[in-house]
């Protein structure tokens, strides 16, 4: 089916030449994303060394250590129970209200772990409402808060995985000897296991990259140590020393995830797919399966939102809220402007197959893997060199320093943002991109539309609903992000988070309510448009499926 | 139209039919097929003919509505039974091969052998890949398989449990012409060398004659026709089965004093006195000889060359044309008069 051999290829690359083909722009967005990370290993090199570090390893860094696998460990089991279930539910069975939980289950992405953290810690706190549960607290608290808040991506990843399977594996395993109970576990279950490793990997990924919960909840992670390091030590060399360790432990997680993909190859081996037959589920246990899938959405998002909101009503607001939502959406809306057009500009130079667009590509979607807080320290430290070289030759010229304080400016903030969350850009737009194959080209072409009118009447309406997904995903995630924020932002600008995550700290949950419940309110339209936006691979043409949507898995 | 044939059959269907929807129209309607061990029966027919839905409901994954399906005297699937498909002992080759994408061959071929003990399982692992030639390719995963060896481990795998019944839902249709004539010797004579009764569906008629020691014809979710290939071919049952098998000139007709009128001449009819039939009659039965010989004069207007056989095109003196089929080594060139004669060893009666 492919067209390749000696008379089409010249053709190929003629389009190519004519077409888009943003290969630069793709190399500066890898430069932009690998920048930061390669700031900080350089200075945990060459940095001066203090004391601190040894102080650390004496006192602290076990239980940075324990409380991170622990926290990874209790967030993985229990997202996976829950993803995996639930996709398993709403791909295999028809019972009330299935169709909704689809892409409900997919809305606790909109919720801020932090934010979940706040409500259940108040709920069950001894003076909560719910105090005869345990306190939600300590690294078993904030792994369940995480398992909560993150398990969509396995639910996503798993749910797109079940789809796919094709009804004949199934019957096989039965027409060679397995129950159907057996047939599940050995045929069903093994084929999800990878994309439910890439959500695990997604959600432990998350959970080590978090700063505001761990903090709350008295969860020490490396975070909080790269954190302290920073703010409170005021050592940034050591900070790039811990946060290499954090590092290698997420770039270990996903160097495993990859190596068991590849084993492993779990697409269909040939075209023709008979698809699963739902089964009807009887009245009670259809009733018993929507109160399944209605649990992880109440407890992940609503009930905690809902507390949220309660106190939010019971607490006089706090000052300066409208100006840090304000902020908020700005700084979220400009960078998933800006993620959309380079991650767009990405998935182009991934088309043109050039070494340098693909590498670059692949680069920048190891940004997602580098957490918030390493990323922010990585600006700091590129930021602070380019600063300190201004200073010097402006000082030279004009005997002042450099008028611009580049660290700590908004300019600094979206750096560390597109360098974390251009990946989530990529993946998205290369699926749609993907749709627009080069005899489209060539046909549009013979019939005589010239490359911009190419792109506006071709590319860009198969393309469109792509970029808009990974502009709203990008949206929500720097709407979320705290750590980078806290480091990056300029001295008299507060977002949401910050405003939420200061008040947690001096143990003001009423007035941190507000600004959480702030946060969810603007994250939840976009929120619910990506979930029914990926989840509609069976109702639309023009969807997103999941592994395409999330980044760390597209190839 | 059965030969004499003293074994038992290995699965009997009787009346089968099959409802997928409630509501919707039958899939499978009133079938009834006897499969024998050792022999191989090509079920041949359109596509939507019912005959997925009849392999489906051989192996278990489809329930009859009525009929019954009976092996070795056991009844598989019947009113009120319903044997699971784990149950059967049938070896199935799917159309996509539904290979299981986490197994590499070995484990894929292995899979329906747990309960055997570890030496004996590898022993039969190693035996059923080595018997499609892929001993060489034990530990690669369904990906980095080709179609063909994909296709092959499907019909170890199948084989392995030594399975009383192999059921091959188009074991070839997704690939390449050539490919597809080795593979087919080959499934074939592992099929033979088993043992087993063995069902092929395939819509290719060629195919079918080439490979089957039994045809059954499915039309509309029935077997219209059942039997050895030659037999069918020469001597079908109705237009529609002799069209399933190849080309066919049909010439209507009305029964008089035992003989049906045809533009071709008269031919033996042993149905009733003044019924309407049909006469059909296979290009290969009607044989071009010069002009001024004895037989029905004719207009050669084309002439084919074929590989093997050569095709003449030609017209009877009514304006009708009809295919003639001969060795590429006959002579006769369009423009030609001819005589067209009748070889009634090619010809039958059928009902109209």
Redesign the interface.
């Known amino acids: 089916m492919a067209v390749t051999g000696p008379v089409t290829q010249p053709l190929r690359r003629r389009i190519g030449q004519t077409g888009f083909r943003p290969v630069w722009l793709a190399a500066l967005a890898g430069l932009l994303c690998a920048g930061p990370l390669i700031a900080v290993a350089w200075l945990a090199i060459t940095g001066t060394w203090t004391d601190y570090l040894g102080h650390i390893y004496q006192t602290r860094l076990a239980g940075y250590l324990w409380n991170t696998v622990i926290v990874g460990l209790v967030a993985a089991c229990l997202s996976g129970v829950i993803g995996t279930g639930t996709a398993w539910l709403v791909t295999r069975h028809v019972f009330p209200g299935r169709t909704v939980f689809q892409w409900m289950l997919a809305l606790p992405l909109a919720m801020p772990a932090y934010a979940a953290a706040y409500g259940w810690y108040d709920l069950t706190q001894a003076a909560g409402p719910l105090s005869m549960l345990p306190t939600v607290r300590g690294p078993l608290g904030a792994g369940l808060i995480f398992g909560l808040v993150f398990y969509p991506y396995v639910y996503l990843l798993a749910r797109e995985a079940f789809a796919a399977q094709s009804a004949d594996a199934y019957d096989a395993a039965r027409t060679l000897g397995c129950s159907p109970f057996q047939a599940f576990t050995r045929t069903a279950l093994p084929m999800v296991r990878p994309a439910v490793a890439a959500g695990l990997a997604l959600v432990v990924m998350e959970a080590l990259a978090d700063y505001g919960t761990v903090s709350h909840l008295g969860a020490s992670t490396l975070t909080v140590g790269v954190i302290r390091a920073w703010a409170g030590e005021g050592s940034t060399p050591d900070a790039a020393r811990i946060a290499m360790v954090l590092v290698t432990i997420t770039f270990l997680i996903f160097m495993g995830e990859r190596a068991l993909r590849r084993r492993a190859r779990q697409t269909s081996a040939s075209g023709h797919r008979r698809p699963f037959q739902r089964q009807r589920l009887a009245p009670l246990a259809g009733i018993a399966a929507a109160l399944i899938c209605a649990a992880p959405v109440l407890i992940g998002l609503v009930i905690p939102a809902a507390r949220l909101g309660w106190r939010a009503l019971s607490t006089p607001a706090a000052t300066g809220l409208w100006q840090a939502a304000g902020h908020s959406i700005l700084l979220a809306g400009l960078s998933g402007l800006m993620a959309a057009f380079v991650g767009l500009a990405l998935a182009y130079a991934i088309r043109t197959k050039t070494l340098t667009g693909r590498a670059s590509a692949r680069i920048a979607s190891m940004g997602y893997g580098v957490p918030g807080a390493v990323a922010a320290l990585g600006v700091l430290i590129i930021l602070g060199g380019f600063q300190g070289w201004l200073d010097g030759a402006w000082r030279a010229m004009t005997g002042s320093p450099f008028p611009l304080l580049l660290t700590g400016s908004v300019i600094a903030l979206l750096f560390a943002y597109q360098a974390r969350f251009i990946a989530a850009a990529i993946g998205p737009s290369e699926s749609a991109l993907s749709r627009v194959t080069p005899s489209l080209d060539a046909a549009a072409r013979t019939l005589g539309a010239r490359p911009l009118t190419l792109a506006l009447r071709v590319h860009w309406p198969l393309v469109s609903s792509g970029v808009a997904l990974a502009g709203l995903l990008v949206f929500v995630e720097v709407l979320k992000e705290l750590p980078a924020t806290m480091i990056l932002r300029p001295f008299n600008m507060d977002t949401l988070a910050v405003t939420a995550h200061n008040f947690a700290a001096d143990e003001r949950l009423g007035q941190a309510a507000l600004p959480a419940v702030l946060l969810v309110l603007v994250a939840l339209p976009p929120m619910v448009w990506i979930a029914r936006q990926i989840t509609a691979s069976e109702r639309q043409r023009d969807a997103i499926a999941p592994s395409d949507a999330f980044p760390g898995l597209a190839e | 139209m059965r030969d004499e044939r003293q074994t038992l059959p290995r699965i009997v269907i009787e009346g089968a039919e099959v409802r997928l929807q409630r509501g919707a129209g039958a899939a499978v309607l009133g079938t009834s097929l006897a499969l024998h061990a050792g022999r191989v029966t090509a079920l041949l027919g359109p596509s939507g003919a019912g005959k997925s839905t009849l392999l ?1 409901a051989i ?3 489809e329930r009859l509505h009525t009929g019954t399906i009976r092996s070795d005297g056991t009844v598989w699937s019947g009113p009120g039974v319903h044997l ?3 149950a ?1 002992r ?3 080759v ?10 590499n061959a070995r484990q894929n071929v292995g ?2 052998l ?2 055997l003990p570890g030496e004996e399982r590898k022993a039969r692992i190693a035996e059923a890949l080595r018997s499609v030639e892929l001993t060489h390719r034990a530990h690669a ?3 980095e ?1 080709s ?1 063909g060896e ?1 296709q092959r481990v499907a019909l170890a ?2 084989l392995a ?1 030594s399975p009383s019944v192999m059921l091959l839902d188009e074991p070839f249709s ?1 690939l390449d012409r050539r490919l597809r004539a080795d593979l087919s010797a080959m499934t074939l004579e592992v099929l033979r060398a088993s043992g087993t009764a063995a069902l092929i569906i395939t819509h290719d008629a060629e195919d079918a004659l080439a490979s089957a020691d039994e045809i059954a014809l499915m039309e509309a979710g029935s077997i219209i026709q059942s039997g050895a290939p030659d037999a069918l071919y020469l001597a079908p049952v109705s237009e529609n089965a002799a069209r399933m098998l190849g080309e066919v000139e049909v010439f209507e007709a009305t029964v008089s004093g035992g003989k049906a009128e045809t533009p071709l001449g008269a031919v033996p009819a042993r149905q009733d006195e003044a019924s309407a039939v049909k006469v059909l009659i296979r290009p290969e039965g009607i044989a071009v000889s010069p002009g001024g010989t004895p037989g029905t004069p004719a207009a050669l207007t084309e002439r084919r060359a074929a590989g093997p056989a050569v095709q003449f095109t030609a017209m009877l003196e009514d304006g009708r044309a009809v295919i003639a089929r001969a060795p590429v080594s006959h002579r006769a060139q369009p423009g030609e008069q001819v005589s067209l004669q009748l070889d009634l060893t090619f010809v039958s009666v059928v009902a109209g």
Request: with cysteine; proline share 14%.
């Open positions: 489906r192996a278990g994954l699971p498909p784990e059967r049938c070896g199935v799917f159309q996509d091969f539904a290979l299981f994408p986490h197994l899979f329906g747990r309960h995963y369904p990906h398989l179609g994909q795998r199948a449990p997704g």
